[in-house]
């Protein structure tokens, strides 16, 4: 009997920690039709659903660099921060006279001096991996999905 207990509390604390390993991060768009999970377990992952349905299920979200370095493998997150943005931006060369940028942003900064923003508006999602080096100056590696 005591060697089941023993059995059901290792296995009991074993869950707990894989559960606390797994972390999420969700970011509505300001309207909250588009919503972004990012998670960060041994990799992290990325999933949008727009309206409640899935667009995009949980997908890996990493970027190798030229020296073999991979960003999002083992992510390690140091910090977190949340934006909003609501603002008119003069357009000069449009045809209208001025465009609205409205959009949230959640940026997990990772150990390593690197981080991932994520954009969400009301046309779609950003998300980018941003990196700082003591040799080099900013670099930013941008895509979009």
């Known amino acids: 009997m005591m060697r089941k207990t023993l059995l059901l509390l290792a296995a009991t604390v074993a869950c707990a920690f894989s559960a606390q390993a797994r972390k999420t991060y969700t970011l509505s768009s300001p309207e909250g039709r588009l919503q972004t999970t990012v998670a960060a377990d041994d990799a992290l992952t990325y999933a949008v659903t727009f309206d409640g349905r899935p667009v ?10 030229d020296d073999g370095t991979t960003w999002g493998v083992d992510p390690r997150v140091a910090g977190v921060s949340r934006t909003s ?3 008119v931006i003069p357009s000069p060369f449009y045809r209208a006279d001025s465009l609205r940028e409205r959009y949230n942003s959640l940026t997990l900064r990772m150990k390593g001096d690197w981080s991932v923003d994520d954009r969400l508006g009301e046309f779609g999602v950003i998300a980018r991996h941003v990196g700082v080096r003591v040799a080099e100056s900013l670099r930013q590696y941008d895509y979009t999905c």
């Open 56 to 65: 995009l299920d949980a997908s890996p979200l990493s970027l190798t660099l």
């Open 85 to 87: 943005v609501d603002a």
